[in-house]
């Protein structure tokens, strides 16, 4: 189990916060929140986005850390790539902004 009250730094911050600075990037965490892991092809039905589109969504939600993946063989023999959300708390305050700052690698941006 993770340590919650470990300070976040900076750039998993930014990564975190850019990933879910879009509505389907919004919608994907939602769908896995509250329905539970799910393959590519059934979230891609479930949100109406193309299967292209949301492995790039997918794909940035991984790379913050926000979500899962899996591959698993189904009953007939395919692979499938389950995704669901991963444990993580974002308790956005000045305080740790302040302190995320400090860890930036790219101050410049």
Do not use: C, W
Request: hydrophobic fraction near 45%.
């Amino acid at each position: 189990m993770k340590d919650e009250t470990k300070p976040i730094d900076g750039d998993r911050l930014l990564a975190m916060l850019a990933a879910l600075a879009n509505p389907h990037r919004l919608r994907i965490v939602a769908a896995l929140a509250t329905g539970g892991r799910n393959y590519v092809s059934q979230l891609a039905r479930d949100i109406g986005l193309s299967r292209p589109l949301l492995h790039l969504h997918l794909q940035k939600l991984a790379d913050a850390g926000l979500v899962t993946s899996r591959m698993e063989l189904s009953a007939d023999g395919k692979a499938l790539n389950y995704f669901e959300v991963a444990d993580f708390a974002l308790p956005l305050a000045p305080g740790l902004i302040a302190e995320a700052v400090k860890t930036l690698n790219n101050k410049e941006e």
